[in-house]
């Protein structure tokens, strides 16, 4: 899908389904039929889509997640541990798949 693509795809679903709009992408769960229960969970929710024009918070978001999880890692804390290995596992895939679509676009 071309950047072209994506664009009448977002502008379609913010105006038919009031989207919420996010630092690193779109939460596609209209606002219309519920408020969404997990903050911060968007990188494992079917609901969240991004695409590059977001990169640049994705990859910042990465950096401090990488931070955050050496701290985390320093002190032994388990939980952080937990959770930040598995938001950066999701943001290196997220950021992977949207440079092989950009890499396909350039082409």
Not at 32 to 39: E, V
Not at 46 to 55: L, Q, S
Not at 80 to 106: C, F, G, H, P, Y
Request: aromatic content about 6%.
């Amino acid at each position: 899908m071309n950047l072209e693509q994506w664009h009448i795809i977002l502008n379609y679903l913010d105006e038919a389904l009031n989207t919420q709009a996010l630092p690193n992408g779109i939460c596609t769960l209209p606002v219309k039929l519920k408020n969404c229960d997990h903050a911060n969970a968007c990188l494992t929710c079917p609901y969240f889509i991004t695409n590059e024009k977001y990169i640049d918070n994705l990859k910042c978001q990465l950096v401090e997640t990488e931070n955050i999880l050496a701290v985390a890692k320093r002190n032994a804390w388990v939980m952080q541990i937990a959770t930040n290995e598995e938001i950066e596992k999701n943001l290196k895939s997220i950021i992977s798949r949207i440079e092989v679509v950009k890499n396909e676009d350039s082409k």
